[in-house]
């Protein structure tokens, strides 16, 4: 029992960024006022430790740009659309998180994801006739046994995981065409599966889905921040808490007023939250929930900090590391059926190469590093909303993909400068 406390210390502290006996010992909640808080938060703002500040200012100045040259950018129906566009990118990158998180990452992703696809339209194809339910749990247990089987490699045989999930892109792909046949397409002939990404909830569902979310994630942080608070950890002030449940409330009622605004015409009226929307923020308090309250994510952290000192405080990293690989895998799978459902089918001209290079600039544009350590699923999102707005922005002004795919570039390196500034800075303070 000491053993195994001493170990969710160690990997606690890992998590949270903190070592050393003052780890534990130092100042509480009690302890400290609010302007202290937001002064202790500036000070790592001025060295570097910006958080998602950036990618937020990011998206407000990129939003500014593309309405200030099309005012249909901001629209309600162009704003539901850009989330429903770069919902894939943010599914996919949530998984891609938890690998980036241990310093690793997964190139195979993209066709994990498209052969998750292929196996639920498959299995709801005509003549196999599964259940959709069934079918999309196969859907999300074939990517798992793949990524248990790359991070077994991985792990097992200590092959880089550029190489091992590198092979897997070209592997996986062969099997996704394999299982369609040479040039073949397949619908989704399952209601369910389509509405996933094209079905609308109805203006009653959208606020209580969104207010069940929102509470959900109100617990989450008063738990998380008591729980701290207890453990003797540095934890915010209970106001700055309570401004974090009001700004995800805020955010709720506009998102949920927005997208029950008519985005139709004046013959097909539309308006309603899409499904995927909640599906999204489903899988985004979940993995929250995993990574900041479960001791896998805990351990996860703890790797991706310091592997060697995780080890020495007894955490299993080969267990730990083969998780992280299906947990990505298995969040790829549901990405992939949110693909094949946006555009009810799958095929083989499927471009998982493509689509995981977004994937993992969705990740680290959020926030990730990519050196391990730092990262959550919240980034996934914000990235994917970045990534999103550039490509359906540059789409409205009728700029070719060519001036898309390096305005990207172009941000994606911007991000990678930030994440190794701020590393460099903090090596230089130790």
Do not use: C
Not at 88 to 103: D, E, K
Not at 267 to 296: C, T
Not at 388 to 404: E, F, H, K, S
Not at 407 to 415: E, G, H, I, R, Y
């Amino acid at each position: 029992m000491a053993a195994e406390n001493a170990k969710d210390v160690a990997a606690q502290r890992e998590a949270s960024g903190e070592s050393g006996p003052s780890a534990v010992v130092g100042a509480t909640t009690e302890d400290q006022s609010f302007s202290s808080y937001l002064s202790r938060t500036w000070a790592k703002i001025k060295a570097g430790e910006s958080g998602v500040l950036p990618v937020l200012l990011g998206f407000v100045l990129i939003s500014l740009i593309f309405q200030l040259q099309n005012p249909k950018f901001l629209s309600p129906g162009n704003i539901v659309n850009l989330l429903v566009q770069g919902s894939v990118f943010m599914m996919i990158g949530m998984g891609q998180v938890f690998v980036l998180l241990l310093g690793e990452i997964d190139l195979s992703l993209g066709f994990v994801a498209g052969i998750g696809a292929t196996v639920a339209t498959l299995l709801v194809a005509p003549g196999s006739d599964w259940p959709w339910w069934a079918a999309v749990l196969a859907g999300l247990a074939v990517p798992a046994v793949l990524g248990i089987f790359q991070g077994s490699l991985i792990t097992r045989l200590k092959l880089p995981s550029f190489v091992v999930t590198l092979a897997g892109l070209l592997g996986f792909n062969g099997l996704m065409i394999q299982l369609l046949g040479a040039g073949g397409t397949i619908p989704v002939a399952s209601d369910t599966i389509n509405n996933f990404a094209n079905g609308t909830l109805s203006p009653l569902m959208g606020w209580l889905m969104t207010g069940v979310v929102v509470l959900v994630f109100a617990i989450l942080t008063f738990s998380k921040d008591a729980k701290r608070r207890k453990s003797g950890l540095v934890a915010p002030p209970m106001g700055l808490t309570i401004a974090k449940i009001a700004a995800a409330v805020i955010a709720g009622i506009v998102l949920v007023t927005i997208s029950n605004m008519n985005r139709g015409v004046a013959r097909f009226p539309l308006s309603g939250m899409p499904w995927v929307i909640p599906i999204v923020f489903a899988v985004l308090l979940a993995w929250s929930f995993l990574l900041g309250r479960l001791k896998f994510g805990r351990y996860v952290l703890a790797i991706g900090g310091n592997a060697e000192a995780a080890r020495r405080a007894g955490i299993n990293l080969r267990l730990i590391r083969t998780a992280a690989f299906t947990l990505a895998a298995t969040t790829a799978g549901l990405g992939g059926i949110i693909y094949a459902s946006r555009l009810r089918s799958i095929s083989t001209s499927f471009d998982g190469g493509t689509i995981v290079l977004y994937v993992v600039a969705t990740a680290v544009i959020g926030g990730t590093s990519l050196f391990g350590g730092r990262g959550h699923p919240i980034h996934a999102i914000l990235g994917g909303v970045v990534i999103a707005a550039i490509v359906n922005g540059m789409a409205l002004l009728g700029l070719p993909a060519a001036v898309q795919l390096m305005a990207t570039a172009a941000v994606l390196l911007a991000s990678i400068t930030v994440d190794v500034v701020v590393r460099r800075r903090g090596e230089t303070t130790r």
